[in-house]
């Protein structure tokens, strides 16, 4: 082994209004709160998300830039979950096979809601 995962670090015009829509996507707690850079997590001393305020960010256009990374987020019902995230500032973008559905983050980073 040559290191330990620490975490996951997105850029992002507003640190602070994207790592509260991830803490309520997630249902992580805030472990560093800083101007320009905010960390979410389940404890401090495990790894997080980091987002990382980058005044030149410009999000990924869906589908022609698909390779970037993106989250996984399990959940029971695509549907319930697809309106909850609306609500919180995402948007739907196109994609999705029955077991999972695409969507933007405010910042425009995509993500998934995924069923198995």
Known sequence: MIGR???????????QALAGFYEKLLGMVRV???PGWVVI???????????AQTE????????????????????DD????GEKVLALGARR???GDGTFDVYADPAGHPFCLVTW
Do not use: N, T, Y
């Open 5 to 15: 995962w620490h975490g996951l670090v997105i850029d992002c015009p507003d640190p």
């Open 32 to 34: 560093q709160d800083e």
């Open 41 to 51: 997590g389940d404890a401090p001393d495990r790894p997080g998300v980091g987002f």
């Open 56 to 75: 030149s960010w410009q999000p990924p256009k869906w589908p022609e830039e698909s390779s970037h990374m993106h989250f996984d987020v399990r959940v």
């Open 78 to 81: 695509r549907v319930a979950a």
């Open 93 to 95: 973008l196109g994609g």
